[in-house]
């Protein structure tokens, strides 16, 4: 082989190295486009976190507008970890098109763990949902209701606090 036909092979294979890394760029560009609304969606309205709201002792209710209220529930009361669980959301005051819960960590990344809802009869809804292991004995977390209606997302939040089995609550 020619030292002119080594030359056009080596830059070749460049050409072709540059283009395969600009086609990965493009194509991971356009799937965090599309993945950015689902993991980070546009909240057009959001509840408080209310303080006194305790999930093992009932549904904690929120307000959002003096009109739309969201009554959420967690059974079994205790929340274990990586056990299924009945997640409940009642919603007055405005009419859903879909109700999720999403689960986060509030001081540690948890990934994505989100849940959709199935409507039982007008305003209530209901699925089953798991929260993740954790490598500390109690962690916080929040769990963000989000009602998608035809004026935007609403989001209601409830917070609450894991441990592992044999550990108290702080």
Not at 39 to 50: E, T
Not at 112 to 135: F, H, K, T
Not at 154 to 167: H, I, K, M, N
């Amino acid at each position: 082989m020619s030292e002119k036909s080594k030359d056009n092979q080596s830059q070749s294979t460049i050409v072709l190295w540059i283009a395969a890394a600009i086609l990965l760029t493009a194509v991971c560009l356009v799937a965090v486009y599309k993945a950015w609304p689902i993991l980070f969606p546009q909240i057009s309205q959001s509840a408080a976190v209310d303080p006194q709201c305790d999930l093992r002792q009932g549904s904690c209710v929120s307000s959002i507008e003096p009109d739309i209220r969201i009554s959420f529930s967690i059974e079994p009361r205790e929340i274990p970890l990586v056990k299924p669980l009945k997640l409940q959301v009642q919603v007055n005051g405005v009419d859903a098109d879909k109700v999720e819960v999403d689960f986060t960590g509030v001081d540690m990344n948890m990934g994505y763990n989100r849940v959709v809802l199935r409507q039982l009869e007008s305003g209530l809804y209901e699925a089953d949902g798991m929260i993740p292991v954790c490598v500390r004995d109690s962690m916080e977390w929040e769990a963000k209701v989000l009602i998608t209606t035809k004026q935007g997302v609403l989001s209601a939040p409830y917070r609450f606090v894991t441990v592992r089995p044999g550990v108290s609550l702080p």
